[in-house]
């Protein structure tokens, strides 16, 4: 089955306290990207990857950090986070007929 | 102004109604327009893809791109309770650009 998965799917956390949301994605697809989504902004894109090793800021990278090694990974990195990035977070893997999301990943930053 | 405009709702309907859900954008650019669903405490899915102007039509859901207009619109015909929902539009050039997503309801 085609998937994207992101784990954690729920995360509470500290300011500061870096933290790691992976992506994975079975369709080998070249691109990925990332998302935030708030209420009343909608989806943001905060980064994306043309392909392994190639990846580019979106709207609002601050404060995020992502690598791609592999083509079917693409984690997105928190260094220091804050309350600001209390977020609902989406991955996204892209062929060239749309984007397929994964299930989301609820983080709280206290 | 942002590249992609969308009325965020929310919007009411009764159980077998015909619904429309509209987008304007800015940005001549894009060439592909795209529909997502997204259900609550899900990601979005992709519902429809077009790439010219003109109509595209998927079982109820037909989509519609005015590209002299800048205009993009999704029909649901019949409309059906599992059909509320999160509908997002989605257009890209190099990047893709989200509206802020219209909150659907079907009435029963």
């Known amino acids: 089955e085609a998937q994207v998965t992101q784990n954690p799917r729920y995360l509470i956390t500290v300011t500061g306290k870096k933290l790691t949301v992976t992506c994975s994605q079975n369709m080998n697809h070249e691109y990925m990207s990332w998302y935030r989504q708030d209420p009343g902004l909608g989806l943001r894109q905060i980064y994306y990857?043309?392909?392994?090793?190639?990846?580019d800021k979106g709207d609002v990278p601050e404060g995020y950090k992502v690598s791609r090694k592999e083509k079917r990974n693409f984690p997105l990195i928190l260094e220091s986070p804050s309350p600001n990035q209390t977020s609902l977070y989406f991955c996204?893997?892209?062929?060239?007929?749309?984007?397929?999301f994964g299930p989301g990943t609820r983080l709280l930053v206290l | 102004q942002k590249e992609v405009e969308q009325d965020p709702g929310p919007l009411s309907v009764p159980e077998g109604a015909i619904v429309s859900l509209n987008c304007t954008y800015s940005?001549?650019?894009?060439?592909?327009f795209m529909w997502y669903r997204q259900y609550s405490r899900k990601g979005p899915e992709l519902l429809m893809y077009t790439y010219s102007s003109g109509n595209k039509e998927d079982g109820r859901f037909t989509a519609q791109v005015d590209k002299s207009s800048k205009y993009i619109s999704l029909f649901i015909r019949d409309s059906q309770p599992s059909d509320s929902a999160t509908y997002l539009c989605?257009?890209?050039?190099?990047?893709?650009?989200f509206g802020q997503g219209t909150r659907l309801t079907i009435n029963p």
């Open positions: 996204a893997s892209s062929s060239g007929t749309g984007s397929y």
């Open positions: 989605a257009m890209s050039f190099q990047k893709l650009v």
């Open positions: 940005n001549s650019a894009f060439q592909y």
């Open positions: 990857s043309m392909n392994v090793e190639v990846t």
